[in-house]
């Protein structure tokens, strides 16, 4: 039996790697100036916290999750996440903060895992970067994300576009929904089974569906519904973020795919992807913590999605080239001793510096540096050790000099030319 990955599992090598991690880097630089907060959540939780909270109409309870039944524990079905927003709920709510100190900020980061027809940015196990805030029901709260998440594609230099709308709450919402569903009866004969099968347990989930756009497209709209106060709250989110100098639209069809969103609903693609271009997405949610036991506490968070990120950032030709790397050659046993010291103080500085195998002839190690692509090798042998000097050849450049030891750190940090 031959060995492979899994379909929807995909290995990330070399480049691959270093791209999702340069994305997860500078969204953890982004939190800390933001003030948020690690949490760090299990991958296995209880089937029931996604029925309750996701909803047992979404496509990613109905269809997408990975479930099995503990061995340990009689009549416990455990489901690997297929999002990150419940469990951090239930840790908030477990940990007694609800009660205690409401008023949280959680980002949190790692694979998630739904069973997806595997396609170029969607795969069956992704990973997602996303953040919580809990006990702020204020519209400031809602633009501080929307323009984070502006902050972040500044830091990357990526094009977005993003898209806001309002659902309404508890007492708006009704009359929407009933008018969606009162649509969907009316085009029953234009709506694909999936649509057949929830609209009478969640009619909203229509204006979602990627078969019948154009339906949707003629559906009611949220926005006609709104009462007064959820009106309000949406324009003041509005008006924060044109005063921060945020670009937006507002799109009606944005519900998003899970049960507990109300009022503020967003969606942020990339214009340098595809079909799967969101890369952005989530919404306010006030009242998921007391639905899963809790205290009636707002929250709203979002989701990024690391590899639609690196994709777009491939893409738009800005993928980080990463630090110079350098390839440290010894020639002789006394070269490899002085090499060893200095590798570890150019990785100070810090740089890349990969020391090669002193078994190999200097053609071979050459040929290596070429291979792992590095900026620039830098040799060292028992004549350079006499004048304490190396041999610095640029391999972009293809040229060689001779460099004093006190002198190299500065030439390999010098702006590339």
Request: with cysteine; hydrophobic share 40%; aromatic share 8%.
């Amino acid at each position: 039996m031959e060995l492979t990955r899994l379909k929807g599992f995909p290995d990330l090598l070399g480049p691959q790697a270093r791209t999702l991690g340069y994305v997860e880097e500078r969204a953890r630089a982004l939190m800390e100036r933001y003030a948020v907060g690690e949490i760090r959540i299990p991958l296995l939780e209880r089937i029931e916290l996604y029925q309750r909270s996701t909803g047992e109409t979404s496509d990613i309870v109905s269809k997408q999750m990975y479930t099995f039944t503990d061995r340990d524990e009689a009549g416990t079905t455990l489901a690997l996440r297929p999002e990150g927003t419940p469990g951090v709920v239930r840790a908030y709510i477990e940990a007694g903060l609800d009660r205690s100190d409401p008023e949280q900020r959680f980002f949190y980061s790692g694979p998630m895992f739904r069973r997806e027809r595997p396609q170029k940015g969607r795969y069956r196990q992704f990973y997602q970067f996303g953040v919580e805030v809990f006990g702020r029901a204020d519209p400031a709260c809602d633009a501080e994300l929307l323009v984070m998440i502006d902050d972040f594609r500044r830091d990357l230099g990526l094009e977005f576009q993003m898209e806001i709308n309002s659902l309404g709450h508890a007492e708006c919402r009704p009359a929407f929904r009933a008018a969606v569903l009162e649509y969907g009866k009316a085009h029953w004969d234009e709506l694909c089974s999936d649509c057949h099968a929830r609209i009478e347990r969640n009619p909203l989930r229509l204006l979602d569906c990627k078969i019948d756009v154009k339906l949707a497209e003629r559906a009611p709209k949220s926005l006609d519904f709104l009462c007064d106060e959820c009106r309000q709250h949406f324009d003041t989110v509005a008006d924060l973020l044109r005063a921060a100098g945020v670009k937006f639209v507002i799109n009606p069809r944005i519900v998003r795919g899970l049960d507990y969103y109300m009022r503020t609903t967003f969606e942020v693609t990339s214009t340098n992807l595809g079909s799967q271009n969101a890369v952005v997405a989530g919404g306010r949610y006030d009242g998921l913590v007391e639905m899963l036991g809790g205290a009636p506490i707002a929250g709203i968070g979002f989701a990024i999605g690391i590899e639609r990120i690196a994709l777009a950032l491939e893409s738009a030709g800005t993928s980080r080239a990463g630090l110079p790397r350098v390839a440290l050659i010894a020639l002789g046993a006394a070269a490899a001793s002085r090499a060893t010291e200095l590798a570890r103080e150019l990785r100070a500085l810090p740089l890349q510096v990969e020391l090669l195998s002193t078994e190999r002839s200097l053609k071979a190690q050459l040929k290596r540096a070429d291979k792992v692509r590095a900026n620039f090798a830098v040799i060292i042998g028992q004549d350079e050790l006499a004048r304490s000097a190396v041999q610095l050849r640029d391999l972009g450049a293809s040229s060689q000099r001779e460099v004093s030891l006190a002198d190299l750190a500065a030439e390999l940090t010098a702006p590339q030319r």
